[in-house]
Nanobody, 114 residues
């Protein structure tokens, strides 16, 4: 079992930056991949980015060049550095982990507004 807890959401102005964190805990040997999904009001959940235990990354086109994912395997923690935020980035951001099966955090709200 893996528990994922996100932190770092909040209100930020357009053009600003925010960093999300997700810490994994529980009984597991390793987490093959960790990442972030987001869900805006009235829209389906979408992949933002993920990173494998080996450090390979993948980004949605809409966030390439603005968001950076990183991972501390020793701490079982993944980070999402978000820069040049735009109102369209407003969403609940969910941490995701795969360790034999999918695991999800409860989400953290990011609001980009002036």
């Amino acid at each position: 079992q893996v528990q994922l807890v996100e932190s770092g959401g909040g209100l930020v102005q357009p053009g600003g930056s925010l960093r999300l964190s997700c810490a994994a805990s529980g009984s597991f040997s390793s987490i093959a991949a960790m990442g972030w999904y987001r869900q805006a009001p009235g829209k389906p959940r979408e992949l933002v980015t993920y990173i494998t235990s080996g450090g390979s990354t993948n980004y949605a086109e809409s966030v390439k060049g603005r968001f950076t994912i990183s991972r501390d395997n020793a701490k079982n923690t993944v980070y999402l550095q978000m820069s040049r935020l735009v109102p369209e980035d407003t969403a609940v951001y969910y941490c995701y982990g795969f360790s034999g099966m999918d695991y999800w955090g409860k989400g953290t709200l990011v609001t980009v507004s002036s």
